[in-house]
């Protein structure tokens, strides 16, 4: 990534703005070794579309498969690391006066880098509820069945994430929608922007006047709506920006 491919004009809204949001995608943790949603997936799952798992139905199908798949991710995740991109945010939210960073990913890795102020769109890996009641389960008996039992009501045990036709968390998506809304410049970083509610979001900030970036080695619906586009990898354009942006605070 060329420092000359930042438009001055970007690195000026960003040093002057007041209210910044970051929504961040599966490209995100590309770096990290994490794979996007919509890549191929490696090994074993290479011939799952994982558009297909991650739905309630599938679930009701097969528990064992899906609760396998991401049993397999959660430890993918904790081999992880946070790249330059996730630690480029921290720096960045230190240096604006507010910044809100807006996640769909569920690896905890923005929590892991440092970033503070997190909304997660679409839940967390690390947590598992029931798939009956929802109750959050931090721990169950040692068992041979997969997925275990909610030791509470015997429901099946899922991860506490947002599949395909669940909606969202209310208080979440509330939350979300305010930031964007107040915001006066919003960075859609590592997404295909494919996904609603959240490909949404940058569309209230366009509303409200906000400016809008995207950081994607690939076009997305956003694009074309976009004021500026940095095409490449966020874990070394974000580190540039920032650079570009307080050139007396290298990190
Ligand atoms: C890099 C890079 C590098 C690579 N650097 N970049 C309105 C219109 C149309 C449809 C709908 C609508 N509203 C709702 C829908 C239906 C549906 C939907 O959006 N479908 C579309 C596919 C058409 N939405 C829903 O179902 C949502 N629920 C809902 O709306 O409920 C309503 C309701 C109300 C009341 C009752 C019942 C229902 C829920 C959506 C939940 C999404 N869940 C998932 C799974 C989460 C758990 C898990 O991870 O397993 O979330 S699906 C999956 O997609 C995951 C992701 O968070 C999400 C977004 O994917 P993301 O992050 O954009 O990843 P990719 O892989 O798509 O893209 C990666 C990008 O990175 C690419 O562009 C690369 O180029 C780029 N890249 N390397 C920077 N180094």
């Given at each position: 990534m060329n420092d000359n491919v930042i438009p001055a004009e970007l690195v000026e809204e960003l040093r002057t703005a007041q209210r910044v949001v970051v929504l961040t995608g599966a490209g995100t943790s590309a770096e990290s070794g994490v794979p996007t949603f919509r890549d191929a997936q490696t090994g074993?799952?290479?011939?799952?579309?994982p558009t297909e798992l991650a739905t309630p139905e599938a679930f009701r199908r097969n528990p064992r498969l899906v609760w396998e798949w991401y049993t397999w991710r959660r430890e993918l995740v904790a081999k992880a690391a946070p790249n330059p991109g996730h630690l480029a945010l921290v720096q960045m939210q230190a240096r604006v006066p507010e910044l809100t960073l807006i996640t769909q990913?569920?690896?905890g890795l923005h929590q892991r880098a440092g970033?503070?102020?997190?909304?997660?769109?679409?839940?967390?890996?690390a947590r598992t509820k029931c798939a009956d009641n929802g109750y959050l389960v931090e721990s169950w008996p040692p068992?041979?069945?997969?997925p275990p039992h909610c030791p509470r009501c015997g429901g099946l045990l899922r991860p506490d994430v947002v599949w395909f036709g669940e909606p969202l968390s209310k208080k979440t998506l509330l939350q979300a929608i305010t930031a964007v809304r107040q915001c006066d410049l919003v960075f859609s970083v590592?997404?295909?922007?494919?996904?609603h509610p959240a490909a949404s979001l940058p569309f209230e900030a366009l509303e409200q006047g906000a400016k809008l970036v995207e950081i994607n080695p690939d076009e997305t619906p956003l694009t074309p709506h976009v004021h500026f586009v940095l095409y490449g990898k966020a874990g070394e354009i974000l580190p540039t920006l920032v650079d570009l942006t307080w050139p007396q605070q290298k990190r």
């Amino acid at each position: 990534m060329n420092d000359n491919v930042i438009p001055a004009e970007l690195v000026e809204e960003l040093r002057t703005a007041q209210r910044v949001v970051v929504l961040t995608g599966a490209g995100t943790s590309a770096e990290s070794g994490v794979p996007t949603f919509r890549d191929a997936q490696t090994g074993l799952w290479a011939r799952y579309d994982p558009t297909e798992l991650a739905t309630p139905e599938a679930f009701r199908r097969n528990p064992r498969l899906v609760w396998e798949w991401y049993t397999w991710r959660r430890e993918l995740v904790a081999k992880a690391a946070p790249n330059p991109g996730h630690l480029a945010l921290v720096q960045m939210q230190a240096r604006v006066p507010e910044l809100t960073l807006i996640t769909q990913n569920i690896d905890g890795l923005h929590q892991r880098a440092g970033s503070q102020q997190i909304i997660e769109l679409h839940g967390n890996l690390a947590r598992t509820k029931c798939a009956d009641n929802g109750y959050l389960v931090e721990s169950w008996p040692p068992t041979e069945e997969v997925p275990p039992h909610c030791p509470r009501c015997g429901g099946l045990l899922r991860p506490d994430v947002v599949w395909f036709g669940e909606p969202l968390s209310k208080k979440t998506l509330l939350q979300a929608i305010t930031a964007v809304r107040q915001c006066d410049l919003v960075f859609s970083v590592g997404t295909s922007s494919l996904v609603h509610p959240a490909a949404s979001l940058p569309f209230e900030a366009l509303e409200q006047g906000a400016k809008l970036v995207e950081i994607n080695p690939d076009e997305t619906p956003l694009t074309p709506h976009v004021h500026f586009v940095l095409y490449g990898k966020a874990g070394e354009i974000l580190p540039t920006l920032v650079d570009l942006t307080w050139p007396q605070q290298k990190r």
